[in-house]
């Protein structure tokens, strides 16, 4: 990894452990002092935390731990609720034989990269899976409901998400994506639409498992930029 890379996951898992509270700022100055590094890599690594979602930069002031209340992260799931077994709903009167593949082969990655034991792996099963949703959402072919869910679905509520499974949930999340698969090639829409709302179901329930003082949630995980994880 390049120092920015580290830095980067440094800051991250501090997040994520509660090190840094939601509201706190990230200083450079602390932090190349600290881990002996120049302000280069750190402010590299800070600007790819804020494009992920798990700082904003707040002009004259730095980056500040983004932060969620409790109220809010319940509210994205019930929105996402409602909306996305429409979503696959849509998808399953629309979606090609070679998005069916698209997906298949998204599973495929995100179950490999289940059985490793490592924060890497889960961040990358967190990108494969917004992915895995982008691709339903494109299937769909809405732009009301892409839109709907680009403004309500925010990066850090997902990535939380997984940082929080249990390993039975994470198993659990994957045969879910393999049963909307089955829904889709068989083309029935209330299968789809119920097992994505068991999915999202399920996500919340490991989002919020999380006690958090004060009525907030530690910012950790993944859709400012796309959807939400789940």
């Known amino acids: 990894m390049t120092a920015a890379d580290r830095v980067y996951h440094i800051i991250k898992q501090r997040i994520l452990n509660g090190s840094y509270a939601a509201g706190s700022y990230v200083r450079e100055a602390a ?5 002996d590094y120049s302000r280069t890599p750190i402010r590299e690594a ?11 930069a707040i002009p004259h002031h730095g980056a ?10 319940e509210e994205v799931f019930e929105l996402r609720v409602l909306l996305e077994p429409q979503v696959v709903r849509r998808a399953t009167k629309r979606i090609s034989e070679v998005q069916i ?16 034991d490592d924060e890497r792996a889960v ?12 691709e339903l959402v494109t299937a769909a072919d ?9 403004t309500i679905v925010q990066v850090p509520v997902s990535r939380r998400s997984f940082h929080h499974y249990t390993r039975e949930e994470l198993l659990g999340s994957m045969q879910h994506h393999r049963e909307i698969i089955r829904a889709l090639q068989h083309g029935d829409g209330e299968w789809a639409a119920a ?11 490991a ?24």
């Open 64 to 73: 500040r731990v983004v932060s969620w209340t409790q109220h809010d992260v």
């Open 123 to 134: 961040d990358e099963i967190a990108v494969l899976n917004n992915q895995f949703h982008a």
């Open 195 to 205: 097992i994505m709302r068991a999915h999202i179901l399920a996500a919340r329930i």
């Open 101 to 116: 593949s698209t997906l298949s082969r998204f599973a495929d990655q995100m179950e490999i990269l289940c059985q490793q």
């Open 142 to 150: 809405s732009p009301r409901l892409q839109r709907l869910l680009e």
């Open 207 to 230: 989002q919020m498992r999380q006690k958090q003082p004060a009525n907030k949630v530690e910012v950790d995980h993944r859709f400012s930029k796309g959807l939400l994880i789940s």
């Open 31 to 35: 932090i190349g002092e600290e881990l």
């Open 46 to 56: 800070l600007r790819r935390l804020v494009s992920d979602g798990w700082v904003e």
